[in-house]
Nanobody
Framework: QVQLVESGGGLVQAGGSLRLSCAAS????????MGWFRQVPGKERDLVAA????????YFADSAKGRFTISRDTAKNTVSLQMNSLKPEDTAVYYC????????????????WGQGTQVTVSS
């Protein structure tokens, strides 16, 4: 079972930036797509951004458009989420996810998940 390990979370002031990274434990793991979700207590986990592994097609939630960028490094099997102009409402636990079978880039159906990393944006 492949493990996904997130890094890069932390505390930042509103307007600041953070970069989240996610690496698969198995270097031979080849995803079809990877995504970033976030969750706040009492709410469902929401898809923030996703990217297909071949072709690099991307999806962004409306809340992320224009502020977040997702990228992947196919050689290192990593995916990153660059978050700029952060707002207090971006505060959440961010999860990396991966799937190995094709699905539309906007799919919320992912079988592999990381443990999550906390992002806190202070006002």
């Amino acid at each position: 079972q492949v493990q996904l390990v997130e890094s890069g979370g932390g505390l930042v002031q509103a307007g600041g930036s953070l970069r989240l990274s996610c690496a698969a434990s198995d270097r031979t793991f080849t995803p079809a797509s990877m995504g970033w979700f976030r969750q706040v207590p009492g709410k469902e986990r929401d898809l923030v951004a996703a990217i297909t592994w071949s072709g690099g097609r991307t999806y962004f939630a409306d809340s992320a458009k224009g502020r977040f960028t997702i990228s992947r490094d196919t050689a290192k099997n990593t995916v990153s989420l660059q978050m700029n102009s952060l707002k207090p409402e971006d505060t959440a636990v961010y999860y990396c996810a991966a799937r190995t079978r094709w699905a539309p880039v906007s799919t919320r159906d992912y079988p592999y998940w990381g443990q999550g990393t906390q992002v806190t944006v202070s006002s």
